[in-house]
């Protein structure tokens, strides 16, 4: 057991690394976006006070929405292995870093397009559906690592863990709720297509505040899920 204890701090000291090594290479992302934008942000903000507002909540939002997302991706992804076994899940952390450095370059590129809403919108309708078939391939590939698992002779302090571990993935609406913020998102998308049509600056700010609403709600809602499930794990 303490072997395990060390193999196990051995493994969470390495990926705390490579999560820091991923979450360096997005804030490099978002300052290169930054400085690639910052004199356009500045023409906005002596042109138009409020649109260089709303853009720059979005930039900062969608940023610490990538930590957000990293960080909570580090930590579901440690307890799969920890609990799923070693053999049961190989060589998923190394793909799943790949992933995030791919998405701190999505990231980047909503944190550079945010003072431009149609864009911005467009890309995270995109963002949506891989994020949905993502989810699908998820819980495809989840579902019979945890069958294998739960057919074995497990102590209780395990079998509450992978109870635990199937309820967070598969007792949650957790594609629903991308559908929902895909829905939202596409409507903001509508708005900023009304303003680029008829330049109405109403449009452009409506579209503004229902992608903020509707980060900030996605966001909140699978933060609660994970706190009344997976965070409760050790």
């Known amino acids: 057991m303490t072997r395990q204890r060390r193999r196990r701090r051995g493994r969470r000291q390495y990926d705390i690394l490579t999560l820091l090594w991923a979450t360096g290479i997005?804030?490099?992302f978002f300052v290169a976006s930054v400085l690639q934008s910052w004199q356009r942000f500045t023409s906005l903000h002596l042109s138009n006070p409020l649109h260089f507002y709303l853009s720059l909540t979005l930039a900062l939002g969608t940023f610490t929405l990538f930590i957000r997302y990293a960080v909570a991706t580090h930590h579901e992804l440690s307890l799969l292995r920890d609990h799923l076994e070693e053999a049961e899940a190989p060589r998923i952390m190394p793909k799943t870093y790949i992933v995030i450095i791919l998405l701190a370059l999505v990231f980047g590129v909503l944190v550079a397009t945010s003072d431009r809403i149609l864009l911005y919108s467009s890309v995270l309708v995109v963002y949506n559906l891989a994020d949905l078939w993502g989810g699908w391939q998820v819980a495809r590939m989840l579902d019979p690592m945890l069958k294998r698992v739960e057919a074995k002779d497990l102590d209780p302090e395990?079998?509450?863990?992978?109870?635990?571990?199937?309820?967070?993935?598969?007792?949650?609406?957790?594609?629903?709720?991308?559908?929902?913020?895909?829905?939202?998102?596409?409507?903001?998308?509508?708005?900023?297509?009304?303003?680029?049509?008829?330049?109405?600056?109403?449009?452009r700010t409506t579209a503004y505040i229902i992608v903020l609403l509707t980060?900030?709600?996605?966001?909140?809602?699978?933060?609660?899920?994970?706190?009344r499930s997976i965070y409760k794990l050790k």
Do not use: H, K
């Open 26 to 28: 997005a804030v490099t």
């Open 158 to 203: 395990d079998r509450v863990a992978i109870d635990t571990i199937r309820g967070f993935y598969f007792g949650y609406p957790t594609l629903p709720r991308i559908v929902t913020m895909m829905f939202f998102n596409w409507i903001a998308v509508c708005f900023a297509l009304s303003f680029r049509f008829t330049g109405q600056s109403s449009y």
């Open 215 to 227: 980060m900030i709600s996605g966001e909140t809602v699978i933060q609660w899920w994970r706190m």
